[in-house]
């Protein structure tokens, strides 16, 4: 029998980090479509929404330590990395402030269109 296969480079898969990581990327969409989804809600809605934000208040946060446990060992960070998501917000910033423009008052300001589209953190309509 022949192994066609070299299994000296193969890494070990760790996947019980890796669903803990799958489990925190639902925890994270699930604080996010929790955002303003509490305020309008009523009953046991409510309480089902609060739940959810119980249960994966701190998705976030695992989600970055799980991330930082894997690029432990990397030795180079590329700086093209950020400028491409820089670029990636703010295209889809001014896609979005164009469609809400379209939807809703239909004037266009300069300086709200550079506030806008200016990445920051939680920035939303």
Not at 5 to 26: A, V
Not at 92 to 98: D, L, N, S, W
Request: glycine share 8%; aromatic share 14%.
């Amino acid at each position: 029998m022949y192994n066609l296969k070299d299994t000296t480079n193969k890494t070990q898969r760790d996947s019980n980090i890796e669903l803990l990581r799958i489990i925190s990327i639902i925890g994270v969409f699930v604080l996010h479509q929790n955002g303003g989804a509490i305020t309008q809600s009523s009953g046991i809605n409510t309480w089902g929404l609060y739940l959810g934000e119980c249960v994966f208040i701190g998705s976030v946060n695992l989600f970055m330590l799980i991330s930082g446990y894997f690029m432990a060992e990397r030795h180079s960070v590329s700086g093209w990395k950020v400028i491409n998501l820089l670029i990636m917000v703010s295209f889809f910033k001014i896609i979005r402030y164009f469609v809400s423009i379209y939807s809703v008052s239909g004037v266009f300001n300069a300086v709200d269109f550079i506030r806008y589209i200016v990445p920051s953190n939680h920035s939303y309509i």
